[in-house]
């Protein structure tokens, strides 16, 4: 089923009904490109036979031809074996040329997982274990690419649990993995994107009253993402877009009507050293249509 992607520019108003709107197939800049997005299942894009997989092929096919220097995903939901030959190859044919790296959870098969895709390749690779608690280290959750002038990385932050079983193993995920970026940072600038799986501030969901106690907007995950951009760091959307509302990256699945009535939050973030700040260009939040769940996001830089 055919599917026009297009991304949304942001306008001077505070207001995200004023967006503006462009066809990702028109769209083409000279700044490097980096593109992140929550996939929610490689194979179910590879197949595409449902309708919500041919909706997630045809994004998929829409950020092919925008080209990103660095495309960056999570929650592949790959085996433990990685990629199989089918997958290796339609990701060939859709990116020509370009390096994949893998990290599928090899604690829970099916699970999690990232992956990276790059033009360049890197100086080196690193799929880190950070001392995290419990299988959080086997669950494929970061890649980071070594570059001249810095590091690209993406990370999949466990979720708290719909009861937060997890809220006190995410918050010690969260201090480890702040840790492990602040190592990096000491070398050269980091560029670094992914599901964080928190909604920072109330503006970055819809229904803040109502989820100061949902995963992904307790006070205790808005505080460690708040200590993670406190080392350092800048939420780039926000950079460009200090006030606005009603601009998210997901929406529930359980609810039909999330993404119609706009019910969303912004759990998807593009996060650079600050003294990259000068080179930051745009930030974009790409419109799937009626796809609900995640929405690719993509960052600009000189």
């Known amino acids: 089923m055919p599917l026009l992607v297009i991304i949304i520019f942001i306008l001077p108003n505070n207001d995200s009904q004023t967006y503006a709107k462009m066809s990702l197939t028109t769209y083409r800049r000279k700044c490097m490109k980096f593109i992140s997005w929550n996939i ?131 918050g010690a995920w969260d201090d480890a993995y702040r840790h492990y970026i602040q190592s990096l940072d000491q070398q050269k600038p980091v560029i670094f994107s992914g599901d964080f799986n928190v909604a920072h501030q109330e503006i970055d969901l819809k229904n803040p009253k109502s989820n100061r106690h949902s995963a992904g907007f307790t006070p205790e995950e808005r505080e460690k993402f708040t200590n993670l951009l406190d080392s350092g760091f800048t939420d780039t959307f926000r950079y460009f877009e200090p006030t606005l509302t009603g601009a998210y990256t997901w929406w529930a699945q359980i609810s039909k009507t999330s993404k119609i009535n706009n019910s969303g939050w912004r759990i998807d973030y593009y996060l650079t050293s600050e003294r990259l700040n000068e080179r930051l260009k745009a930030h974009h939040i790409l419109d799937t249509g009626a796809r609900q769940d995640h929405a690719p996001i993509m960052l600009e830089i000189d």
């Open 40 to 170: 929610d299942s490689i194979n179910a894009a590879v197949e595409h036979k449902s309708n919500r997989g041919e909706m997630t092929w045809a994004v998929l096919n829409e950020i092919s031809e925008i080209a990103p220097d660095v495309l960056s995903i999570q929650e592949t939901k790959l085996k433990a074996s990685g990629l199989t030959k089918k997958q290796l190859a339609t990701l060939n044919s859709l990116f020509p040329d370009y390096h994949i790296f893998v990290n599928p959870s090899t604690g829970r098969s099916g699970y999690s997982g990232t992956m990276m895709l790059s033009k360049v390749a890197p100086l080196n690779i690193d799929m880190p274990k950070i001392d995290a608690p419990g299988e959080m280290d086997l669950e494929g959750r970061i890649i980071t690419l070594e570059f001249p002038e810095f590091y690209v990385s993406t990370v999949y932050t466990p979720n708290s649990g719909s009861q937060l079983a997890r809220l006190n193993d995410r």
